[in-house]
């Protein structure tokens, strides 16, 4: 739990929330609550901030201020009080907080207030059905997607493929629904070179859960060209972790579908990850690589032997017998079965 001291000033910034406070008082007050919360991470702060009142504070100033500062700050507190805390998210959407994070997504908003809203609905679908499921029923993907138009700052697009990405993991409905809003081709803009790295690995991630297990998104994906785009990302001088992001999208891209393992072959896929695994970047992006090509081999004959011939089964024999986990061994193991 919070300590004493801590939780009189907590109780003391929400009150400070309240609509007779002054916009100027409101602001400062949401800014403290977000940098303790991110500062402090730890669940006691953040159920206490819930049991002192503070999420219908901080959703009722959402709604109720005109001020861009303030809705900032309150969004930014929303977001870092739901990381990680099943009981605040639960409470954010019980109080209407959905639906209010959703409406700072429209045109005209500014900028920094959109950026920290699709966050904080990050942050709420994180782990969270209900959550998932109250977004796609209050329509929340179309204005996440309209967030990754060209021109919108970097941060807002990081934020929005974010709460994509969360959206459709472990939920099938949702990756329907965000590929039928047209949320494939925004998310594979953005895996371009200029692009920073830290939106190409969330846009590479967002893509890896929208084709998890989903043929028509799989497909989408070919054909809005995101499979070169994807393998591009994996060469040398990319970063370690938007290359394992990479290789984990073209993973599920090509999981039982023979049509993506003929693009990925014809690409330079093969070569591109087997030279993952020669480098050794990292035993992540190396678990990563061989799970992809584990998959890009699954019955397929001609990229079997595209493997051979690019020394893949070297490298990964070198990765089995390395030092490292049994998790990352096993992954070597399977691969290596899928070029017998």
Do not use: F
């Amino acid at each position: 739990m919070a300590h004493g001291g801590a939780r009189r000033r907590v109780a003391a910034l929400v009150r400070l929330l309240a609509p007779d406070c002054s916009a100027a008082a409101q602001q400062e007050a949401a800014h403290e609550l977000a940098l303790l919360l991110l500062c402090t991470p730890e669940s006691g702060n953040k159920d206490y901030v819930r049991e002192c009142g503070g999420v219908p504070a901080l959703v009722g100033l959402l709604a109720s201020s005109g001020s861009a500062a303030v809705c900032a700050q309150a969004t930014a507190a929303l977001g870092y009080l739901c990381w990680d805390n099943m009981q605040n998210q639960d409470s954010v959407r019980e109080c209407g907080g959905i639906r209010t994070l959703l409406g700072l997504l429209a045109p005209g908003i500014h900028d920094a207030v959109q950026e920290m809203a699709a966050k904080a609905l990050g942050h709420l679908c994180a782990g969270n059905g209900q959550n998932k499921d109250s977004v796609r029923e209050c329509g929340g993907a179309p204005a996440l997607i309209a967030l990754l138009a060209p021109g919108n700052p970097a941060a807002v697009h990081e934020n929005a493929a974010s709460a994509l990405r969360a959206l459709c993991r472990s939920n099938p409905e949702n990756r329907n629904y965000v590929g039928q809003c047209g949320g494939v081709a925004p998310l594979v803009r953005l895996l371009a070179p200029g692009t920073s790295a830290a939106v190409q690995g969330t846009a590479a991630t967002a893509l890896a859960n929208i084709c998890c297990k989903n043929t028509q998104n799989q497909d989408c994906i070919r054909e809005c060209g995101g499979v070169p785009a994807l393998v591009g990302l994996l060469a040398p001088g990319t970063c370690a972790a938007v290359q394992g992001d990479a290789a984990s999208a073209l993973t599920n891209l090509c999981c039982c579908n023979s049509q993506n393992q003929d693009c990925i072959g014809e690409c330079g896929g093969i070569p591109a990850l087997v030279g993952l695994l020669a480098r050794g970047v990292s035993p992540a992006v190396s678990e990563m690589a061989a799970t992809a090509l584990t998959n890009i081999c699954e019955s397929h004959t001609k990229n079997q032997v595209c493997v051979k011939e690019c020394r893949g089964r070297a490298a990964l024999i070198r990765l089995q017998a390395r030092g490292g986990s049994l998790y990352l061994k096993d992954i070597a193991a399977k691969a290596l079965h899928n070029l017998l």
